[in-house]
T-cell receptor, first 112, second 113 residues
Framework: GNSVTQMEGPVTLSEEAFLTINCTYT??????LFWYVQYPGEGLQLLLK?????DKGSNKGFEATYRKETTSFHLEKGSVQVSDSAVYFC???????????FGAGTTVTVRA | EAGVTQFPSHSVIEKGQTVTLRCDPI?????LYWYRRVMGKEIKFLLH????????ESGMPNNRFLAERTGGTYSTLKVQPAELEDSGVYFC???????????FGEGSWLTVV
């Protein structure tokens, strides 16, 4: 079956630090990969996505590259802000499927 | 355009009581999904509607959970009777078609005491 494994948190950083959240997946075929974010008191929002190998998704300074050879989709941001404090979820969906499979989520806290 | 809306945003009930969660998908979205996250674990799929039909309810944990989508518009998820392990966040999501972007609501936070 499909599964997503992401690094456990919580992660605490200082402003302007570099953030990496590791995500690896197991899936048959060629899934699409996503990062969702949940800010405090808000719902799940799509942060970025990639639909095929070597695609790079990017948004709000975050980036993630679909690496089929390592089955990974690590999230990175070069300089975090306090407003980036949130829970980040890695997810996948198989082609022609409708079910998202999520990782356990990583709580990130950025301190001023 | 309004996003996916859920009600209530927070609910605290006693074990054995009933709770009904409501979801209004984005207008025109035939596909509606329920997911939940319990105890800080991963978000798990519960079920999928296409219009008013249940396409997949393989993620429903047991028969204490009942989802409906009469008329193919809004959906309700009823938990009866609620148990302590049902506490968590219940997310509703919708998409225009299978394979298109899935939009989530803000979630309904359920606490069973």
């Amino acid at each position: 079956g499909n599964s997503v494994t992401q690094m456990e948190g919580p992660v605490t950083l200082s402003e302007e630090a570099f953030l990496t959240i590791n995500c690896t997946y197991t899936a048959t075929g060629y899934p699409s990969l996503f990062w969702y974010v949940q800010y405090p008191g808000e719902g799940l929002q799509l942060l970025l996505k990639a639909t095929k190998a070597d695609d790079k998704g990017s948004n709000k300074g975050f980036e993630a590259t679909y690496r089929k050879e390592t089955t990974s989709f690590h999230l990175e941001k070069g300089s975090v802000q306090v407003s980036d404090s949130a829970v980040y979820f890695c997810a996948l969906i198989r082609s022609n499927d409708y079910k998202l499979s999520f990782g356990a989520g990583t709580t990130v806290t950025v301190r001023a | 355009e309004a996003g996916v809306t859920q009600f209530p945003s927070h609910s605290v009930i006693e074990k054995g009581q009933t709770v009904t969660l409501r979801c209004d998908p984005i207008s025109g979205h035939d596909n509606l999904y329920w997911y939940r996250r319990v105890m800080g674990k991963e978000i798990k799929f519960l079920l999928h509607f296409v219009k008013e039909s249940k396409q997949d309810e393989s993620g429903m944990p047991n028969n204490r959970f009942l989802a409906e989508r009469t008329g193919g518009t809004y959906s309700t998820l009823k938990v009866q009777p609620a148990e302590l392990e049902d506490s968590g966040v219940y997310f509703c999501a919708s998409s225009q078609s299978q394979g298109s972007t899935i939009y989530f609501g803000e979630g309904s936070w359920l606490t069973v005491v």
